[in-house]
């Protein structure tokens, strides 16, 4: 995968899709190992990226799915990634298919004030 910093890849586990229906379409998201054993990670970006939200994309923990491999995907809890608030971190970008065309406007906003200053960022919308 590409990173925030131009030239750097990250190498993560993927060990499968998590597919969600959006308005009667259904999206297949590359989901990457979580935190914790059994959970998982979605990078992704959407209509709203570079917008309203960050433009390299945000981060989605998912928790262990039930025992028929269902799980609850709530974009209430869509977080910025770390290269969001700093140029010193290499954060990956979301894999192309993670790339949803429409709008989530749950989760975290682009960081404002004086702190945080636009900056390219390769793959970005």
Partial sequence: MGAAVEGLQHVYD????????IDGTTHRLTAFNGQ????LLVLFTDATSGVTTYAAGRSLSID???????????????SNLPC?????????LPPAGNRLPVPVEAGEKTPTGPAHTARSVPGGK
């Fill in 14 to 21: 993927a060990p499968g899709e998590v597919e969600i229906e």
């Fill in 64 to 78: 262990v799915p039930d025992p028929e491999g269902r799980i609850l995907v709530d974009f209430n809890r869509a």
């Fill in 84 to 92: 969001a608030y700093t140029d010193l971190a290499t954060c990956p």
């Fill in 36 to 39: 914790a054993p059994g959970s």
